[in-house]
């Protein structure tokens, strides 16, 4: 997961940001449909799907733990910070999940 800062936005309301996600699968398998993304920190959690690997959630600033998930893919989880006034991005991979299988003889 790699964050960037991003350009000031007018248009927020007072003590609120953004962030705009972006979500892809690996190298194997580039396309991510139906990702669910959740923002949660100890007042407000917002989960929502991504459908087309692109989505912006305003959220009041501060904290906040981030998850992306998807069947078949790896979870990634990680802290990040909104900025009050800024519009800053998050780009997630989402990698295939390990299956280990055991044969017996």
Not at 44 to 71: E, K, M, Q
Not at 75 to 82: A, E, K, R
């Given at each position: 997961?790699?964050?960037?800062?991003?350009?000031?936005?007018?248009?927020?309301?007072?003590?609120?940001?953004?962030?705009?996600?972006?979500?892809?699968?690996?190298?194997?398998?580039?396309?991510?449909?139906?990702?669910?993304?959740?923002?949660?920190?100890?007042?407000?959690?917002?989960?929502?799907?991504?459908?087309?690997?692109?989505?912006?959630?305003?959220?009041?600033?501060?904290?906040?733990?981030f998850r992306?998930?998807?069947?078949?893919?790896?979870?990634?989880?990680?802290?990040?910070?909104?900025?009050?006034?800024?519009?800053?991005?998050?780009?997630?991979?989402?990698?295939?999940?390990?299956?280990?299988?055991?044969?017996?003889?």
């Amino acid at each position: 997961m790699r964050t960037s800062s991003g350009r000031k936005d007018s248009t927020l309301e007072p003590n609120t940001g953004a962030v705009f996600i972006t979500v892809r699968g690996d190298s194997l398998n580039p396309m991510v449909g139906n990702a669910q993304i959740r923002l949660q920190n100890a007042e407000i959690r917002r989960d929502t799907a991504v459908r087309n690997s692109a989505l912006r959630i305003t959220v009041p600033a501060g904290r906040y733990y981030f998850r992306a998930r998807r069947i078949g893919s790896q979870t990634l989880q990680d802290s990040i910070n909104v900025r009050s006034g800024y519009v800053d991005t998050v780009r997630a991979i989402l990698g295939r999940e390990v299956v280990c299988s055991v044969i017996l003889t």
